[in-house]
C-alpha cells in the first residue's frame, strides 16, 4: 500500500527554522517527483517545493526561495523540507505529495492534482 507520512510541525516563532520529513512506505522516492504543497487557512493550496526522481531539478515557489530547501536520502526513503527564516504567512498545513511521471513544476502547481498525498503536518509561525 502506497503511503507518505509527515511529521516534523510545531509552533515555531517568526524567524525560527522547522525541518519536516516525509517518510514513504509501499513505493520507492527515488523514482517519483515529490513535492511540498501547503494549505493555509481560507486559503488555496500553494505548491512550495518539488525535487525531480533525479534530483537535479528543484521548484520552489517565489514566496519560499532562500528560505526553504527541499532534498531526499534515498536510502532512508524520505523527503526533507528545511524551512528557515520562518515567517507568520509560513503557517499552513503542509502535505507531502508524490508522482511518477510529470515535472517539478506540474506536480507544484498540481496539474494535474498528484496522485498520493499525505495526511499532513501543522506548522504554526507565531510569537
Known amino acids: 500500500q502506497v503511503q507518505l507520512v509527515e511529521s516534523g510541525g510545531d509552533l515555531v516563532q517568526p524567524g525560527g527554522s522547522l525541518r519536516l520529513s516525509c517518510a514513504a512506505s509501499?513505493?520507492?522516492?527515488?523514482?517519483?517527483?515529490i513535492g511540498w504543497i501547503r494549505q493555509a487557512p481560507g486559503k488555496e493550496r500553494e505548491g512550495v517545493a518539488c525535487?525531480?526522481?533525479?534530483?537535479?531539478?528543484?521548484y520552489y515557489a517565489d514566496s519560499v526561495k532562500g528560505r526553504f530547501t527541499i532534498s531526499r536520502d534515498s536510502a532512508k526513503n524520505t523527503v526533507y523540507l528545511q524551512m528557515d527564516s520562518l515567517k507568520p504567512e509560513d503557517t499552513a498545513v503542509y502535505y507531502c505529495?508524490?508522482?511518477?511521471?510529470?515535472?517539478?513544476?506540474?506536480?507544484?502547481?498540481?496539474?494535474?492534482?498528484?496522485?498520493?498525498w499525505g495526511q499532513g503536518t501543522q506548522v504554526t509561525v507565531s510569537s
Open positions: 525535487i525531480s526522481s533525479s534530483d537535479r531539478s528543484i
Open positions: 505529495a508524490a508522482e511518477y511521471i510529470t515535472t517539478v513544476q506540474s506536480l507544484c502547481l498540481m496539474i494535474p492534482p498528484p496522485d498520493h
Open positions: 509501499g513505493f520507492t522516492l527515488e523514482y517519483y517527483v
